[in-house]
């Protein structure tokens, strides 16, 4: 098992506390990394602060790999929990962290920078994902394009959770941390796409959101690729994607 914290916050890092933190190192003992992010929107108008922190528990490969993986000609992120035997039917041999970056990486070089703001331009990046036999758990960032993915196998055999709060921040955790009923389970249903570039701000920095007659400042939409299934034509799959509501507990 391997630990995985990411936080997104418009008003500073927002790194696990310190008993989180602890958990996350009783998790993957082999290695423990943090990695903080500010992305600009608006030419320093309006910023949004990424921290990441993994840690990592190593039982295949010839090496420990430290996470979070980090691309520095893109400033792409992996967060990896699981196992991926094979991609795409082809086995594979070595570290798969960083086999699946890898792949990630082709493929959203592959993607048009114009398709920045259409989700449909990115499903080669859940079809990658839906090709990875095995159990995993993942938070990707592409930052070519300024997205966010993360979810679980179809089967749900690694865990993720996330929660936004009544500040727009939003977190995404393999564990509940030190208050566990302002997280929910992620479903493993599909690819959750979260789009840095259009932060919801125009409609809900003055008035925010009403969410179930509580007051958000949510920033964020959170879409989903759902899983490719046998029975579902590709074609069909990729227009397929809706909103999702995912909020925390205190939402509820």
């Not at 564990?175 to 840095?196: H, K, P, T, Y």
């Not at 919801?200 to 490719?228: C, E, Q, R, Y």
């Amino acid at each position: 098992m391997c630990g995985i914290h990411f936080s997104i916050s418009r008003n500073g890092f927002k790194p696990p506390d310190v008993r989180t933190e602890e958990w996350l190192k009783n998790r993957g003992p082999d290695e423990f990394k943090r990695h903080e992010v500010i992305v600009d929107l608006e030419h320093g108008h309006l910023n949004f602060y990424l921290s990441i922190t993994s840690s990592v528990l190593s039982l295949r490969g010839e090496h420990v790999t430290t996470q979070p993986l980090i691309d520095d000609a893109t400033g792409s992120i992996l967060c990896w929990n699981g196992e991926a035997w094979r991609i795409n039917n082809q086995t594979l041999q070595g570290n798969d962290a960083e086999l699946v970056f890898k792949s990630l990486l082709k493929t959203v070089h592959d993607i048009p920078t114009s398709n920045e703001t259409q989700y449909e331009g990115l499903w080669p990046v859940a079809e990658m994902l839906g090709n990875i036999s095995g159990p995993f758990s993942f938070v990707f960032y592409d930052g070519i394009h300024r997205i966010l993915f993360f979810g679980r196998d179809s089967l749900g055999r690694r865990s993720l959770l996330f929660c936004e709060d009544l500040a727009g921040d939003i977190s995404i955790s393999s564990i509940s941390g030190m208050d566990g009923s302002n997280l929910v389970e992620i479903d493993a249903d599909g690819i959750r796409i979260i789009n840095l570039n259009t932060p919801l701000v125009s409609a809900k920095v003055s008035t925010g959101l009403m969410v179930d007659n509580v007051l958000s400042n949510s920033f964020f939409d959170v879409f989903i690729f759902p899983w490719l299934t046998d029975s579902e034509p590709e074609a069909n799959q990729a227009n397929s994607l809706h909103i999702v509501s995912e909020r925390c507990s205190i939402f509820a």
